[in-house]
Every structure is written in structure tokens, then in C-alpha cells.
């Protein structure tokens, strides 16, 4: 059996697209007066995805725990800046809009009712759900996301793609090795070590001081990867200019851990999901329940019609 004949696997970068949905679709809500915008979003980005790309395999990846303590451990300003509250002893609090966080409980409802495999791991981000899933998955990938630190998964060779939404689903761009280097200047495989150089502040990464995209990318080319720059840092011999050396000598600390960090992980152990996608939902009863309750008889009509093409 070829590939192909194993049908196409979609993950879903979950938050990334309700955040976006919340913050893209008007406000609405339902009969009782909660708020469903992010609800019907989602909705209508996976019943759009599904009718465009026709996955067999769909999975709605989960952040268990959106700011893993391994990381901050590493890395304190990981995500720092998203922090709603510090409570000693306490985990923390991702700052979310209250509209937005009742709705969360509503979309894992109604992704139950029809049958999409939703998957998270304890201590883990849904990238790392991403990351395990796309490595051997012996099947064309299609990986859904508005974060650009997935970029590291593309891999046109295993057939990983990413659809990248940051300006919408309706206006995604497909994301393969040809586009990382026509963007970055380095190939997708190397986008992780690119990221820790450069920062991203979205992250809470601060990076090497004084170190931008075209420095980062200038190095990843003459010297591969993270080990090779830090080794030619740390060699007196090497060809590498005192300007950069002395930057990624004073980074050393950071160097040494915000690799781990960025990289995503690949090895979970996620146990054994039927990431199937339905052709029609699992519990009719239970959607049009739902459906009713919340107003939301047009999104969900039309994933049903989405899965029923699929």
C-alpha cells in the first residue's frame, strides 16, 4: 500500500485556530446568552479544511498543559508574558478572555458528539501532540497552525506539510521546505535553531543579543546547525567573525537550554486514538442536541456535509 492509498492525516493546532476564530468571527451567542463565536469558528475552519483537503485521518491536538514546568525550568521567560496571575504553588493561568473560556468546554462537547479524535498529553504542549504524530505517521501530513514554530516539522520527504493560518484559514498559505527557504534563507529542518537565535517574543525566547534573521541564517548556512555554530564560536581557529563569536559566547547560558526548549517533541507516548475521521457523527442525538442548545445549526450542518463529502 502506498502512501497515498493510506489517506492524508490533518492536525489541528486547536488553540491556535479558536483564538483565532474568537478574535475573527463577530460576537454571537446562543439562546441562552453564552457566547458561541469561537465555537462556531471552529467549526466552520474544520468543515472548510476537511471539504478542501479531504483528510481521512483528523486529530484535534490539545494543550494539556500550555506552559510545561520543564520548560520554564529551562527557560523562565517561556511564555511568561501570557501569564494571567502568579500563585505560588499554584499552576498557571494562561490569560484567556472569560468569553472565550466558556466556550472551550462546548467545542470539546461537540467534537466528542461527532467522533473527532481529540488528543492531549500531560505536561505537554499540542505541539509536542503535533510533533509526535506527524514523525512516522507513514502518511501524507497536513498540520494546522498559526505558529510559526512548527515550521520545523515540515519535512518534504516524509510528505509534512504545514497550512499556515496566521491570515486566516480562507487565506492559508502551504508551507513546504521550497517556502521555509524562500522566506528564511534555511532550510525547515533547521527552523528550530533559527528560532532560538533570532528569539521570538511571542514565545518569551529573547535570543542571542544582536542576532537577527539574516545573521541567524548566514550562520545556519556556513555552519549547519546549533552544535556546529557553538563549536565554532568556542574554536579560536574557526572563520567565524569576533562580531558574532563574542554575541553567542555571551549566550552560552542561554544556548545551552533554549534548544530543548523550542525543539518539539516527537517521542510521546500517546497510547492508541482512532484519529479516523467520521463520515458521519458518532452521536446524531447528542450534535443536534447541542446544536439546538447553543444556536448552532448552521456550522454544525455544514461539517456534517464536509465529513459526509470527505
Same mark, same amino acid.
Given at each position: 500500500?502506498?502512501?497515498?492509498?493510506?489517506?492524508r492525516?490533518?492536525?489541528?493546532?486547536?488553540?491556535?485556530?479558536?483564538?483565532?476564530?474568537f478574535?475573527?468571527?463577530?460576537?454571537?451567542?446562543?439562546?441562552?446568552?453564552?457566547?458561541?463565536?469561537?465555537v462556531?469558528?471552529?467549526?466552520?475552519?474544520?468543515?472548510?479544511?476537511?471539504?478542501?483537503?479531504?483528510?481521512?485521518?483528523?486529530?484535534?491536538?490539545?494543550?494539556?498543559?500550555?506552559?510545561?514546568?520543564?520548560?520554564?525550568?529551562?527557560?523562565?521567560?517561556?511564555?511568561?508574558h501570557?501569564?494571567?496571575?502568579?500563585?505560588e504553588?499554584?499552576?498557571?493561568?494562561?490569560?484567556?478572555?472569560?468569553?472565550?473560556?466558556?466556550?472551550?468546554?462546548?467545542?470539546?462537547?461537540?467534537?466528542?458528539?461527532?467522533?473527532?479524535c481529540?488528543?492531549?498529553?500531560?505536561g505537554?504542549e499540542?505541539?509536542?501532540?503535533?510533533?509526535?504524530?506527524?514523525?512516522?505517521?507513514?502518511?501524507?501530513?497536513?498540520?494546522?497552525?498559526?505558529?510559526?514554530?512548527?515550521?520545523?516539522?515540515?519535512?518534504?520527504?516524509?510528505?509534512?506539510?504545514?497550512?499556515?493560518?496566521?491570515?486566516?484559514v480562507g487565506?492559508?498559505?502551504?508551507?513546504?521546505?521550497?517556502?521555509?527557504?524562500?522566506k528564511?534563507?534555511?532550510?525547515?529542518?533547521?527552523?528550530?535553531?533559527?528560532?532560538t537565535l533570532?528569539?521570538?517574543?511571542?514565545?518569551?525566547?529573547?535570543?542571542?543579543a544582536?542576532?537577527?534573521?539574516?545573521?541567524?541564517?548566514?550562520?545556519?548556512?556556513?555552519?549547519?546547525?546549533m552544535?556546529?555554530?557553538?563549536?565554532?564560536?568556542? +574554536? &579560536? $581557529?574557526s572563520?567565524?567573525?569576533?562580531?558574532? @563569536?563574542?554575541? =553567542?559566547?555571551?549566550?552560552?547560558?542561554? !544556548?545551552?537550554? #533554549?534548544?530543548?526548549?523550542?525543539?518539539?517533541a516527537?517521542?510521546?507516548?500517546?497510547g492508541?486514538?482512532?484519529?479516523?475521521l467520521?463520515?458521519?457523527?458518532? +452521536? &446524531? $442525538?447528542?450534535?443536534l442536541?447541542?446544536?439546538? @442548545?447553543?444556536g =448552532?445549526?448552521?456550522?454544525?450542518?455544514? !461539517?456534517?456535509? #464536509?465529513?459526509?463529502?470527505?
Amino acid at each position: 500500500m502506498t502512501r497515498d492509498e493510506q489517506g492524508r492525516l490533518m492536525l489541528l493546532d486547536t488553540a491556535s485556530m479558536y483564538f483565532r476564530a474568537f478574535y475573527g468571527v463577530p460576537e454571537i451567542k446562543g439562546p441562552d446568552g453564552t457566547p458561541v463565536n469561537a465555537v462556531r469558528g471552529l467549526l466552520d475552519f474544520i468543515a472548510r479544511l476537511v471539504a478542501d483537503y479531504r483528510p481521512t485521518h483528523l486529530v484535534c491536538c490539545w494543550d494539556n498543559d500550555w506552559r510545561p514546568q520543564w520548560r520554564v525550568d529551562l527557560l523562565p521567560s517561556y511564555k511568561a508574558h501570557r501569564v494571567e496571575q502568579e500563585v505560588e504553588s499554584a499552576p498557571d493561568i494562561e490569560e484567556v478572555p472569560d468569553p472565550l473560556e466558556a466556550q472551550i468546554p462546548i467545542m470539546l462537547e461537540v467534537l466528542e458528539a461527532f467522533g473527532i479524535c481529540v488528543l492531549g498529553a500531560d505536561g505537554y504542549e499540542a505541539d509536542d501532540v503535533i510533533g509526535t504524530l506527524a514523525t512516522g505517521a507513514g502518511r501524507p501530513v497536513d498540520i494546522v497552525t498559526g505558529d510559526r514554530d512548527l515550521f520545523q516539522l515540515v519535512d518534504d520527504e516524509a510528505d509534512v506539510r504545514v497550512l499556515y493560518i496566521a491570515r486566516g484559514v480562507g487565506r492559508h498559505e502551504r508551507v513546504t521546505n521550497d517556502w521555509v527557504r524562500a522566506k528564511y534563507d534555511i532550510d525547515a529542518r533547521q527552523y528550530a535553531d533559527f528560532a532560538t537565535l533570532r528569539g521570538d517574543a511571542s514565545d518569551g525566547l529573547p535570543g542571542v543579543a544582536g542576532v537577527g534573521e539574516k545573521t541567524a541564517a548566514t550562520l545556519l548556512n556556513r555552519f549547519g546547525d546549533m552544535d556546529g555554530i557553538v563549536a565554532a564560536a568556542l +574554536d &579560536p $581557529d574557526s572563520d567565524m567573525g569576533p562580531g558574532p @563569536r563574542g554575541k =553567542l559566547k555571551q549566550a552560552a547560558d542561554y !544556548l545551552e537550554v #533554549a534548544p530543548t526548549v523550542v525543539a518539539v517533541a516527537r517521542d510521546l507516548d500517546l497510547g492508541a486514538a482512532d484519529t479516523r475521521l467520521p463520515g458521519t457523527p458518532r +452521536d &446524531p $442525538d447528542a450534535v443536534l442536541d447541542l446544536a439546538q @442548545r447553543f444556536g =448552532l445549526e448552521s456550522p454544525v450542518q455544514r !461539517l456534517v456535509e #464536509a465529513l459526509s463529502r470527505a
